[in-house]
């Protein structure tokens, strides 16, 4: 272990870093930047990042990594980002557009071709095409091998893939054969900080969800439903060890994968401590239960969004209230603590959220974290013709305060997504990290039509559809099914 630990540095402060990878990078290869719009703690728990930053190193290319708090300059060896030709951002969050815009602000140069790739710009490329030279739609392991073998080329433009998109190239996502793809065995973890969710060995099981939840952006754009072969996932589970102190699970319905009970009683018997992600309420069970108990886990995550039918049908998500209170049962049973969240929908009345608190507070019969979110609307999913979040929405979510231990999504915030988010015009140069968001969406005004943003819009064809992610027919049939049932309990 000793001979992959190096040195990095952040603005502050140098980092001890466990990187095996590092000792496989080219000295002689072309130079590409891998930018992380959010600090190095957040950018070492990114499975995207993690894997692009591999097969970069794996086609022979140098990369150096920049992260939000590394302050223009590389982990690797302080050269400046405006000394790379070559830029490749990662995107998954619509909030981080603007610390990318930043940074190529402040520390780019004139010249550079800037790419990104990410769940978020992968559903909609447009929002940041003014600064932005292409985006790459879809999975990394069939796109970044050929981005790097035009990078040794020197000629990106040159590259006709149907992945690589801009404002004149329409396009389709590139999906992964998952149980062809190599996993992610070698992983780099910082030393001598902590990261957000512990020092963690990435593992993920699956890719995209069999489930059609309508306001879910990394369901629709990751779909269609990919497993991992048991023994693919026991082989790189054999790689991790110290320094890492816990596996991560990274899947968005792992209930639902062929071999997740084999997979529980593989991590319960691993030197490092498990941990799963969410489960669907349906996949809770007394066997799921006792192996989340024996990993060490002391919560279970949850996300029944609803218990009122009338939600539910706007959503494509939700269970009764004797459902939910059956699966809390097994969950206090085993002594673990429920996380759970919940979603309010537009223009949701005052009688309806006490119904669903009272079905809550009857299911409830321990300790809880609720966390209550508003519904964003997101491109590319059904309910991305939905309003963005209002302030009427706030004062509903305040009364689930009630319930205890409950946090909730601030409106600003989910409303600046959203805006950013549904953009059909490119608007990353108007974008500004220091901005509060009141500011931010007032600046986004003067470009982009907000106030038309803020209807149900269940005819709408948006601009983005042109770059095809998921099945469009769908996604607009979904749509309109739920703006009609918000119309028979809402309006």
Known sequence: MKRDLVRIRLCDKKVVEYNPIMRFLSRRGPSVALVYPAPYSVASQSLGFQLVYALLVSQGIRVERFTSDSCGRSLESGTPLKRFKYVIASLSFELDYAYLAQMLREYGSEGQVVM???????????????????????????????????????????????????????????????????????????????????????????????????????????????????????????????????????????????YHKEYLKVL??????????????????????????????????????????????????????????????????????????????????????????????????????????????????????APIPSKDMEKIMIKYKDLGEVDLYPIRWARLQAIIGLSEK??????????PPEKQMEVLSKVINIKKMENWRPEWEPKWLRYSISNEEEVLRLGRESYEAWRRHFQ
Not at 426 to 434: A, E, G, K, T, V
Request: aromatic share 6%; net charge negative.
């Open 116 to 258: 990104a790739g990410g769940l978020a710009v992968t559903a909609n490329p447009l929002p940041v095409l003014d600064m932005i030279d292409f985006v790459i739609l879809g999975d990394a392991e069939p796109t970044i091998p050929k981005l790097a073998e035009a990078i040794h080329y020197d000629c990106v433009d040159c590259l006709e893939e149907e992945w690589l998109v801009n404002e004149e190239r329409e396009g389709r996502k590139a999906e992964a054969e998952l149980e062809e793809s190599p996993m992610l065995a070698q992983q780099f973890l910082p030393i001598s900080i902590e990261p957000p969710w512990g020092k963690g060995f990435l593992v993920e099981v699956t890719r995209g969800c069999p489930h059609k939840c309508r306001f879910c952006l990394e369901g629709w754009t990751s779909k269609p439903f990919r497993q991992r072969k048991l023994d693919q996932v026991k082989e790189a589970l054999d790689s991790a060890g110290p320094p890492f102190e816990k596996i991560i699970t990274i899947s968005l319905s792992l209930s639902d994968y062929k």
């Open 268 to 385: 319960s018997t691993h030197k490092l401590q498990g941990s799963i992600p969410s489960i669907r309420l349906e996949g809770v069970d007394e066997d799921l239960v006792k192996a989340v108990k024996r990993m060490g886990q002391r919560t279970l995550t949850i996300a029944p969004e609803t218990t009122l039918k009338e939600k539910a049908e706007v959503l494509g998500k939700g269970f009764p209230p004797e459902f939910l209170k059956e699966k809390l049962e097994i969950i206090y049973k085993y002594k673990l603590k429920p996380k759970m969240y919940m979603m309010v929908v537009p223009k949701e009345k005052g009688e309806m959220s006490e119904r669903e608190i009272g079905n809550l507070k009857e299911a409830i019969k321990g300790k809880v974290h609720v966390s209550v979110n508003p519904l964003i609307p997101k491109p590319w999913t059904p309910l991305q013709i």
């Open 426 to 435: 490119p608007i990353m140069r108007y974008l500004d990290p220091s901005l």
